[in-house]
Nanobody, 121 residues
Framework: QVQVVESGGGLVQAGGSLRLSCAAS????????LGWYRQAPGKQRELVAT???????NYADSVKGRFTISRDNAKNTVYLQMNSLKPEDTGTYYC???????????????WGQGTQVTVSS
């Protein structure tokens, strides 16, 4: 079983910053791609940013230049530094972890429960 837990959400004024963290735990042999997604009320879940095990990153156009994704492989943790936040960044932010389980070396893809980010204008 692999657990993914996000933290760091909250309420912030437009122009402010937040840092999200996501820790994966359990029977993990290796983490591969890690990603952040978000879902606004009434909208579909969308990709925010992803990072490979080697550190290659990918961002949604709407967050390029404002958000930075990073990871600590030793801690099985991924971060999302969000600067210059806008009201349209409001939503529930979900972490996704892709990797290989320690038991039987089977692949997994796990989602966290989400953390709320609210940006007031």
């Amino acid at each position: 079983q692999v657990q993914v837990v996000e933290s760091g959400g909250g309420l912030v004024q437009a122009g402010g910053s937040l840092r999200l963290s996501c820790a994966a735990s359990g029977s993990i042999f290796r983490l591969n791609d890690l990603g952040w997604y978000r879902q606004a009320p009434g909208k579909q879940r969308e990709l925010v940013a992803t990072i490979s095990r080697g550190g290659s990153t990918n961002y949604a156009d709407s967050v390029k230049g404002r958000f930075t994704i990073s990871r600590d492989n030793a801690k099985n943790t991924v971060y999302l530094q969000m600067n210059s936040l806008k009201p349209e960044d409001t939503g529930t932010y979900y972490c996704n972890a892709d990797g290989i389980r320690a038991l039987y070396a089977t692949p997994f893809n796990s989602w966290g429960q989400g953390t709320q980010v609210t940006v007031s204008s």
